[in-house]
């Protein structure tokens, strides 16, 4: 494993406090906290290297375009791709999502053909489908689950057909924490003909990944949880399909050449690049990669497994305790009501206590629904988390708890 101690070192945020309280920082799920590495390489990247990538001869552009291009090569290593051509730059998981949603039904949907989710879906895996659905007239299927939190893989089969030309699942529920079975899941697909879409928004943080391992035709993930910047982002395809999408959006950088009567798009992955790209967030991203490789994503994966367990186990004994997702394969995320309290005040008077937690419906409604009820807790845990702090949580929140 490795040193907790001098990885909370790399977080400067983790030293601050919050209503005078230690930082008990649970809100992983949303966003995580930045190691010092990230931050700096981007202010280096500004302070000595900033120029425009892709169009200059002068040193700074190519230097930049140096730095921007190897992010992409450190991207497609670290989650297994065959080249660095199927590493889309894009905004995040949403921005990944809408892209396939878009181009892709306009390649190939229409009406009589199905597209399948799951019940556990955040909304960005739900409304780019629907909206698509809007314009292209295909059908949505959605996959349910049981009250474990765990998908009905006998419905998923039965839900598969002729019709079913994409499947598009999260590998980990942002609620739940269910670690879905991708892999069986993406070979289900395929059985029948359609592609499958991962949507690593929750897993690429948390679990060692390999695209072709998977055999899924896409990735979508942020570049915020893993420990980089925001505004960055990534969709992985397989190559041969992502050739066979037109552009997403037109522009600069995206082209070969352009003119009235006719324009040409420019090779993969440039085509889905329209724009100046985020160059300094690539690096941001590629030096967060970094920083979870040289810790073992197997190791990161081992404490936070370690942390969900003594978190649920010290949780489960407040009264009135319950648990949204109790699958067997479950990650860093613990969803939770106590009692008939509102979540929003458990938050907020948690909040008072210096510890973050999420409250809500998680922008997975009808997930939550599914659940019984409209709002739910979460504490949710990154690399940096500790024991300690579970057990700070767990006395603050029996505090709270006894306030009502
Ligand atoms: N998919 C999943 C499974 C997610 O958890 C999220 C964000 C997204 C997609 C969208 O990612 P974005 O970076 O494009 O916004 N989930 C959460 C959350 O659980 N709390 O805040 C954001």
Same mark, same amino acid.
């Given at each position: 494993?490795?040193?907790?101690?001098?990885?909370?070192?790399?977080?400067?945020?983790?030293?601050?406090?919050? #209503?005078?309280?230690?930082?008990?920082?649970? *809100?992983? /799920?949303?966003?995580?906290?930045?190691?010092?590495?990230v931050?700096?390489?981007?202010?280096?990247?500004?302070?000595?290297?900033?120029?425009?990538?892709?169009?200059?001869?002068?040193?700074?552009?190519?230097?930049?375009?140096?730095?921007?291009? @190897?992010?992409?090569?450190?991207?497609a290593?670290?989650?297994?791709?065959?080249? /660095?051509?199927?590493?889309?730059?894009?905004?995040?998981?949403?921005?990944?999502?809408?892209?396939?949603?878009?181009?892709?039904?306009?390649?190939?949907?229409?009406?009589?053909? %199905?597209v399948?989710?799951?019940?556990?879906?955040?909304?960005?895996?739900?409304?780019?489908?629907?909206?698509?659905?809007?314009?292209?007239?295909?059908?949505?299927?959605?996959?349910?689950?049981?009250?474990?939190?765990?998908l =009905?893989?006998?419905?998923?089969?039965?839900?598969?057909?002729?019709?079913?030309?994409?499947?598009?699942?999260?590998?980990?529920?942002?609620?739940?924490?269910t670690?879905?079975?991708?892999?069986?899941?993406?070979?289900?697909?395929?059985?029948?003909?359609?592609?499958?879409?991962? =949507?690593?928004?929750q897993?690429?943080? &948390?679990?060692?990944?390999?695209?072709? *391992?998977? =055999?899924? =035709?896409?990735?979508?993930?942020?570049?915020?949880?893993?420990?980089?910047?925001? $505004?960055?982002?990534?969709?992985?395809?397989?190559? /041969?399909?992502?050739?066979?999408?037109?552009?997403?959006?037109?522009?600069?950088?995206?082209?070969?050449?352009?003119?009235?009567?006719?324009?040409?798009?420019?090779?993969?992955?440039?085509?889905?690049?329209?724009?100046?790209?985020?160059?300094?967030?690539?690096? $941001?991203? /590629?030096?967060?990669?970094?920083?979870?490789?040289?810790?073992?994503? *197997? &190791?990161? #994966?081992?404490? %936070?497994?370690?942390?969900? &367990?003594?978190?649920?186990?010290?949780?489960?004994?407040?009264?009135?305790?319950?648990?949204?997702?109790?699958? @067997?394969?479950?990650?860093?995320?613990?969803?939770?009501?106590?009692?008939?309290? &509102?979540?929003?005040d458990?938050?907020?008077?948690?909040?008072?206590?210096?510890?973050?937690?999420?409250?809500?419906?998680?922008?997975?409604?009808?997930?939550v629904?599914?659940?019984?009820?409209?709002?739910?807790?979460?504490?949710?845990?990154?690399?940096?988390?500790?024991?300690?702090?579970?057990?700070?949580?767990?006395?603050?929140?029996?505090?709270?708890?006894?306030?009502?």
């Open positions: 494993m490795y040193d907790l101690e001098q990885v909370r070192r790399d977080f400067p945020i983790l030293e601050r406090e919050v #209503h005078k309280r230690p930082l008990i920082y649970l *809100d992983n /799920a949303a966003t995580t906290q930045k190691p010092r590495a931050v700096e390489a981007m202010a280096r990247e500004y302070y000595t290297t900033n120029a425009n990538v892709h169009r200059g001869v002068h040193t700074l552009s190519q230097q930049a375009t140096d730095l921007h291009e @190897a992010a992409r090569r450190t991207v290593h670290f989650i297994g791709a065959r080249s /660095a051509n199927e590493v889309v730059f894009t905004r995040g998981t949403t921005e990944s999502i809408n892209l396939v949603a878009s181009t892709y039904a306009q390649a190939f949907l229409s009406e009589g053909d %199905e399948v989710v799951s019940i556990m879906e955040h909304h960005s895996n739900i409304v780019p489908w629907q909206l698509a659905a809007r314009r292209h007239g295909f059908k949505l299927r959605v996959i349910p689950m049981n009250d474990a939190g765990e =009905d893989l006998d419905a998923y089969a039965a839900l598969l057909s002729e019709h079913t030309k994409l499947v598009s699942v999260a590998h980990v529920s942002n609620v739940l924490g670690i879905n079975p991708v892999k069986q899941m993406a070979a289900m697909a395929h059985s029948c003909g359609a592609h499958f879409l991962v =949507d690593g928004a897993s690429v943080p &948390h679990l060692p990944i390999d695209v072709q *391992d998977i =055999d899924c =035709d896409f990735l979508a993930f942020s570049g915020h949880k893993v420990y980089g910047p925001t $505004g960055i982002g990534v969709l992985y395809g397989r190559e /041969a399909l992502l050739d066979r999408l037109p552009p997403y959006q037109g522009g600069g950088e995206m082209i070969k050449h352009v003119s009235f009567e006719e324009t040409t798009f420019d090779a993969l992955p440039f085509k889905f690049e329209a724009g100046t790209p985020d160059y300094v967030g690539t690096h $941001g991203l /590629a030096t967060a990669i970094d920083y979870v490789t040289v810790l073992g994503m *197997d &190791h990161i #994966h081992r404490h %936070e497994q370690d942390l969900t &367990h003594y978190a649920m186990e010290q949780m489960s004994t407040i009264e009135g305790m319950h648990f949204y997702g109790t699958a @067997a394969a479950k990650d860093a995320v613990v969803a939770f009501n106590v009692g008939s309290i &509102h979540p929003l458990l938050g907020t008077l948690l909040d008072r206590l210096g510890v973050a937690i999420r409250t809500g419906h998680h922008c997975a409604e009808p997930l629904r599914r659940c019984g009820t409209e709002s739910m807790a979460r504490a949710s845990f990154a690399l940096y988390n500790t024991r300690s702090e579970v057990d700070a949580f767990v006395e603050a929140l029996r505090r709270v708890v006894s306030m009502f």
